[in-house]
């Protein structure tokens, strides 16, 4: 095992965060400055993200000084796996940095400290209680605990979209941009990004990609990894700049629209806004956002081949259809589930669902939950139980492979309903022998196993996550019940975010204690690799080289 080289990448990984969070703190000095936007939340998110880009830049030369003097043309299996696990855990903690320093700061009570006298502070506003000022008892802000902000982080960059905060446009506009641009580095992985931008990896990059990206197998991408990474991310930001546009002709401001294009694109669903889309309470923005999720719950490897003009690849991929087929049955019951119910909004409005209602609400959450994304608009924890029941299976389904989508993917619930389909008829027709086909590809033994096997260990996973959050939270004296530790397991495993009862639409996940945030992380990071990535480092021989 070569770990000065592993070392090495990952200080550059590490330079690439620093560099992303010294962009936006010019930024914010830019219109602190210039624009004289002087509030003093303001400038501690400025002081925030600046300090948080030079620890990034140390630790990054740091680890990349360590890393000098050892020279590998190819990275092994092994190497890759390490480097990619390393990338999300040291990362996620880089990305956390300017959440906790403006905590610690002070950002996390800013109307307090800007006043003489807090008891002197109309009612409601924090700060106007002794409590608020650091007295025993007093409500801390989720972000002054490091767990919570690993965990947002974590969130951010496995385009989760799970939040602890309740009060999210509290935060300066730096912080919500940071966390928007988390999403939009880990929509095809930090490592993808890693490949296409420094390419000095050479030959190993390939075995980067094929550990990090996600779902079974990757299509219609070239040999050459580097030069395919480039094009991807060329797509994945023509995309970005295209709902950035739509955004903003949907009403939205250029701030919020930023934000969201990076959520959207990403899968990862983290709004500036507490009640999510649903603040807008608009039929352009959620067409926009049903849109741009559905795009990118789709194989990236075909719209790569998009770009090499093969339409024939695109409209013959059964995992495409299959993906389309459910989105539009499952809309269909849940629209004519909601018909005549009353729908409650995030924003607190209440609407008798008409047809077009019923159509617009439950195309929406079913797109948004399917893919991932978890945008929410209306509190589906008060929808009939048909109707969550048919969410909770598309959560689990997921997107295609090879997308930025959660779940775990079409293509392995599609293979595996082949498996116990061919399972049956020889149970009757012995003597009949049929290759087991997705699409004109015949799958083999090992792709059939390899399926069926990751469906049980992301099931496994699941419910030791539940029973280890039920236990936490036991511990901690919350009453968690079974549907919250069940559905806060399977949203951070399946890397969805909102999830039912006391994580639902309306909920956050801020009341969890340190070792369930830091559990639910781990969950989140599984999910994104696909948990064989992560589970091989338990595995001694892993370490021996055996």
């Given at each position: 095992m070569h770990y000065r080289?592993?070392?090495?990448?990952?200080?550059?990984?590490m330079l690439v965060l620093g560099v992303g969070m010294a962009a936006i703190a010019a930024l914010e000095w830019v219109l602190w400055v210039v624009l004289a936007d002087r509030g003093l939340d303001e400038e501690l998110g400025l002081k925030a993200m600046g300090l948080a880009s030079v620890v990034g830049m140390i630790l990054g030369g740091l680890l990349w000084l360590a890393g000098r003097g050892e020279r590998v043309e190819l990275m092994n299996r092994r190497e890759a796996m390490l480097l990619v696990a390393m990338s999300w855990l040291v990362g996620a903690t880089v990305a956390a940095l300017p959440y906790w320093f403006w905590a610690l700061a002070g950002g996390a009570n800013p109307v307090a400290l800007s006043v003489d006298n807090p008891a002197d502070l109309p009612p409601g506003i924090?700060?106007?209680?002794?409590?608020?000022?650091?007295?025993?008892?007093?409500a801390d802000h989720p972000f002054q605990g490091f767990f919570a902000c690993y965990f947002e982080a974590m969130s951010g960059l496995t385009t989760t979209g799970a939040t602890v905060l309740s009060?999210?446009?509290?935060?300066?506009?730096?912080?919500?941009?940071w966390r928007a641009m988390?999403?939009?580095?880990?929509?095809?992985?930090?490592?993808?990004?890693?490949?296409?931008?420094?390419?000095?990896?050479?030959?190993?990059?390939?075995?980067?990609?094929?550990?990090?990206?996600?779902?079974?197998?990757?299509?219609?991408?070239?040999?050459?990894i580097a030069e395919t990474a480039r094009v991807l991310w060329f797509i994945y930001t023509g995309i970005t700049a295209a709902a950035l546009v739509c955004y903003k002709l949907a009403g939205m401001s250029w701030f919020d629209s930023v934000c969201h294009a990076f959520s959207v694109v990403?899968?990862?669903?983290?709004?500036?806004?507490?009640?999510?889309?649903?603040?807008?309470?608009?039929?352009?923005?959620?067409?926009?956002?049903?849109v741009f999720m559905l795009l990118a719950g789709v194989n990236f490897g075909l719209m790569f081949a998009l770009t090499r003009g093969r339409w024939r690849a695109v409209v013959k991929d059964e995992e495409l259809r299959v993906y389309l087929t459910l989105k539009v049955i499952v809309i269909a019951f849940v629209a004519f589930n909601l018909y005549g119910h009353e729908i409650t909004t995030t924003a607190g409005r209440v609407l008798q669902a008409d047809?077009?209602?019923?159509?617009?609400?439950?195309?929406?959450?079913?797109?948004?939950?399917?893919?991932?994304?978890?945008f929410v608009t209306a509190d589906y924890d008060l929808w009939p139980y048909f109707s969550r029941a048919l969410l909770v299976g598309l959560?689990?389904?997921?997107?295609?492979?090879?997308?930025?989508?959660?779940?775990?993917?079409?293509?392995?619930?599609?293979?595996?309903?082949?498996?116990?389909?061919?399972?049956?008829?020889?149970?009757?027709?012995?003597?009949?022998?049929?290759?087991?086909?997705?699409?004109?590809?015949?799958?083999?033994?090992?792709?059939q196993l390899n399926a069926t096997v990751y469906l049980v260990f992301f099931f496994a996973v699941a419910m030791v996550g539940s029973l280890g959050l039920a236990f936490f939270e036991t511990t901690a004296g919350h009453d968690i019940g079974f549907l919250t530790a069940a559905t806060a397991s399977l949203s951070t495993l399946g890397n969805i975010g909102p999830?039912?009862?006391?994580?639902?639409?309306?909920?956050?996940?801020?009341?969890?204690?340190?070792?369930?945030?830091?559990?639910?992380?781990?969950?989140?990071?599984?999910?994104?690799?696909?948990?064989?990535?992560?589970?091989?480092?338990?595995?001694?021989?892993f370490w021996r080289g055996d």
């Open positions: 080289h592993v070392l090495r990448q990952l200080g550059r990984l924090p700060g106007s209680t002794a409590e608020s000022m650091g007295v025993p008892g007093a009060d999210i446009p509290a935060l300066p506009n730096s912080l919500l941009l988390t999403h939009w580095l880990g929509g095809l992985g930090i490592v993808v990004l890693f490949v296409a931008v420094l390419p000095t990896i050479g030959v190993g990059g390939k075995r980067l990609f094929n550990v990090e990206a996600p779902g079974p197998q990757q299509q219609g991408v070239r040999p050459r990403s899968t990862g669903g983290l709004s500036p806004k507490d009640a999510s889309l649903g603040h807008y309470d608009s039929v352009a923005a959620d067409a926009v956002s049903m047809a077009f209602q019923a159509l617009r609400f439950g195309a929406f959450q079913t797109i948004s939950l399917h893919t991932g994304t978890g959560m689990f389904i997921g997107g295609c492979a090879g997308s930025t989508a959660g779940g775990v993917k079409v293509i392995r619930f599609w293979i595996a309903l082949k498996v116990i389909y061919a399972s049956l008829e020889r149970a009757f027709r012995p003597q009949v022998i049929r290759p087991l086909r997705v699409g004109q590809a015949v799958v083999d033994d090992q792709q999830g039912f009862n006391r994580i639902g639409a309306t909920q956050n996940y801020g009341w969890f204690s340190d070792p369930s945030l830091a559990l639910m992380s781990v969950l989140m990071m599984l999910g994104r690799l696909e948990v064989y990535a992560i589970a091989v480092l338990l595995l001694p021989r």
